[in-house]
């Protein structure tokens, strides 16, 4: 009997389900900081307690992480991104409703769990549905809506909050984003576990994913990348309203722009791999050095984000953030290369869980440096110096090409 094919009749269809889903768990995740410059005052937090607040959503999303990797790999994936997202989506309505720090707490954590399914499953979509020379593309358009919901999140969050108030942000969001849910549960693939489960006694094991060096070379690059990123996601609506006085009309544009830049980028980078790949590079090495120039770059521009005139510190930070897209458009893509579909949910799970906990330390170290400096300068030093440790990560330990945890795997994909 023939199996089942894992891979739909119109991919690109799952892959739009796949953009706008990261688009809305992004704009929901970055609701904190855009209602920060009217939430902080209003529950009277210090710097170092906001910084307490961002990061205890990855606590739960880092944690989490392996389980849901575990989960997507072994079961219907249509039900276990549905659950996740219904979970995060609940969080962020029932935020509008606290009255507390502890709440306010609380409901950062379940919004960690309920996300932290977000890139196992899409990893593993995109894995078993999108054949080697399209995957740039298609994990960069998905980086899209990553991007695209932080710029829109900053752009209509912030004006939302002017008219309606922090709660009334959460209050839409979380009830919008629950629409999503419908689609996805009509058009998602429906036999990518069934294909999971029968080659289960073939595919890699924990311990042999373990033992490769290349994850722990991407779960390092991810950590460093990510903790420039959370920097920006999490802290970048204060910089400009509290060093830059901003109004918060004004962080409506400039700071949306960053993240369209990042989006732009991210797709030029894809395609770029892409093209390069098809004409018989080598995938690895075409990924690998995608992600070490863009984290080099970011590290290199992101200081000029304190340069004393605001036009020249604006082009910084939009110059930076392009590059950190260009890092963006291959982390992932790597990933699927090296995985292959039977493990790219576990290996992206558990690089995810190490490159999260960056998200733990990012907005605690940024808070404590702005709380014992009054100031940022220190906090994008460090973030750019985490891009240098992220990128020599994935040069230095990602080093074989040919370094495949399944190379069967990847051959029926060509």
Known sequence: M????????????????????????????GNLAVAAPVLVPHFGLSPWAFGLLVSAFFWTYAACQILSGWLVDRMEVRWVYAVGFLIFSLATLTTAAVTAFSGLLCMQFFLGIGESVTYPATSRVLAAVFPENRRGLANSLVDVGAKLGPAIGTMCGALLVAKLGWRGLFLITG??????????????????????IKQAAASPGWRQLLRRRAVWGTCGGLCGANFAWYFLLGWLPSYLVRER???????AL?????????????????VLADRWISRGASAVRVRRGFLV?????????????LLPRIEYAVAGLF?????LGFYASNVFSLTQTLAGPQA?????????????????????????????????????????????????SFRFLVSDPTDKLDPRAQKTLG
């Open 175 to 196: 009830s919008v984003a629950l629409i999503w849910l419908g689609p996805w549960l009509r058009w998602a693939p429906r036999n990518l576990s069934a294909t999971g």
């Open 293 to 305: 120039t863009g984290l080099v770059l970011t590290a290199f521009l992101l200081p000029s984000v």
């Open 319 to 323: 110059l930076s953030c392009s590059a």
């Open 2 to 29: 023939k199996p089942p094919d894992s891979r739909p009749r119109q991919p690109w269809g799952i892959l739009i389900l796949l953009i706008t889903a990261m688009s809305i768990s992004f704009f929901d995740r």
């Open 344 to 392: 790219a949910g576990r290996w992206t799970g558990l690089q995810n869980a190490c490159g999260n906990l960056a998200g733990i330390l990012s907005p605690i170290l940024t808070g404590w440096i702005v709380n014992k400096t009054g100031a940022y300068a220190l906090a994008f030093v460090a973030a750019g110096l985490a891009c240098l440790l992220g990128a020599s």
């Open 254 to 270: 400039v700071g949306a722009a960053p993240y369209v830049l990042m989006a732009l980028s991210s797709v030029s980078g894809g």
């Open 245 to 251: 006085h901003f109004s918060l009309h004004s962080v």
